[in-house]
């Protein structure tokens, strides 16, 4: 009996996750503003660590990881967890540029400021200081004020100007005028001029509407930290400068 009771130990003991070994591949890939994170394993340029599980949404801000979990935010600095705040419902979206916010069912949270419950379920969010705006499909919201109506689907800014952007156009504030879209916007960043993706590629449109640059393909997600751009193609990391320019 003692050979066989050894061989049962040792296939038991070989079923046991060992330390420092990497989690099975889950196939969800979420980008970050510089990196990503495959399944629950965050890869930073130099920097690399697993969280507790797979975030349903993240994103980068200030040198800290904000990672979404149903009712919870953890809060990363240097891979290691800093805070975890607690959610009133799982995250539908999560942006880090120019400030964190997380959009919620009930409403938007800010860290920091905590939730703002909507009248109206957002559809998208940005937080600028100490403003939040945001878009329901109906109208451009400042906090619970409206500024524009209008089929806007995705709000993106930075402290200079904010854009609410429907399939075919883009309001902007607080210029309080519109600029058309070359195509419906799949994902969409500001850093002065709008970084925006189609089915097509990524495009540089001013603030005056005039194309400036286009790269093509087929990119899934965008992000900036205000500097780089990073996007999402195929599961990779590709990176432009704010002039389109690889790096």
């Known amino acids: 009996m003692r050979p ?5 130990l040792l296939g038991l003991l070989g079923c046991v996750p060992q330390a420092g070994s990497s989690p099975a591949p889950s196939g969800q890939t979420l980008l970050l503003s510089n990196g990503l994170i495959q399944g629950r394993t965050v890869r930073l340029p130099a920097l690399e660590f697993d969280l507790p599980g797979v975030p349903v949404a993240a994103a980068t801000s200030g040198g800290r990881l904000y990672a979404g979990f149903p009712f919870q935010l953890l809060v990363y600095n240097q891979g290691q967890l800093e805070n975890s705040l607690p959610l009133s419902s799982t995250p539908r979206f999560l942006k880090g540029w120019p400030g964190v916010v997380v959009g919620l069912d009930e409403g938007v949270y ?14 998208d969010a940005l937080a600028v200081k100490d403003q939040l705006y945001w878009v329901d499909g109906k109208a451009f919201y400042a906090g619970s004020s409206p500024l524009a109506e209008g089929p806007y689907k995705r709000v993106a800014g930075d402290e200079r100007r904010v854009m609410a952007l429907t399939a075919a156009s883009a309001f902007i504030y607080p210029d309080r005028r519109s600029i058309k879209l070359p195509e419906e916007p799949l994902a969409a960043v500001v850093v002065e001029d709008l970084y925006m993706l189609g089915a097509k590629g990524l495009y540089r449109i001013s603030a005056s509407g005039l194309q400036v640059a286009f790269q093509p393909g087929d990119y899934s997600a965008i992000a900036t930290d205000g500097e780089t751009l990073s996007l999402l193609q195929d ?13």
Do not use: D, I, Q, W
Not at 4 to 8: F, I, M
């Open 4 to 8: 066989l009771l050894l061989t049962l």
């Open 110 to 123: 800010t860290p920091g400021r905590g939730l703002l419950r909507l009248r109206e379920r957002a559809l």
């Open 235 to 247: 599961g990779r990391l590709v990176r432009f400068n704010l002039s389109l320019g690889g790096l």
